[in-house]
């Protein structure tokens, strides 16, 4: 089993920054992706993005270019440094964990005034 538990949301206004970590325990192999989701009211989940053991990085559309996802495998620690923030990045943001199963974390509030 691998538990997940993420930390670092909140409230920030429109251009204002946050970082997310993940922290990952448990029976953990490698090589595993893991990734950020979101899922705002009333949407479906997105990706927002992932990223290899190796340090391979994939991100969504809406998130490229202000976004940037980072690993510590010797603390097995997933982060995203969110910077100009727009109200639409408002969501409960989720960590991901893919090996042989796929696990979730319980989620952090993220919320962007205007």
């Known amino acids: 089993q691998v538990q997940l538990v993420e930390s670092g949301g909140g409230l920030v206004q429109a251009g204002g920054s946050l970082r997310l970590s993940c922290a990952a325990s448990?029976?953990?192999?490698?090589?595993?992706?893991m990734g950020w989701y979101r899922q705002a009211p009333g949407k479906q989940r997105e990706l927002v993005a992932q990223?290899?053991?190796?340090?391979?990085?994939n991100y969504g559309d809406s998130v490229r270019g202000r976004f940037t996802i980072s690993r510590d495998n010797t603390k097995n620690t997933m982060y995203l440094q969110m910077n100009n923030l727009k109200p639409e990045d408002t969501a409960i943001y989720y960590c991901?964990?893919?090996?042989?199963?796929?696990?979730w974390g319980q989620g952090t509030q993220v919320t962007v005034s205007s």
């Open positions: 991901n964990l893919r090996q042989t199963n796929t696990y």
């Open positions: 448990g029976t953990i192999f490698r090589p595993n992706v």
């Open positions: 990223i290899t053991t190796g340090g391979n990085t």
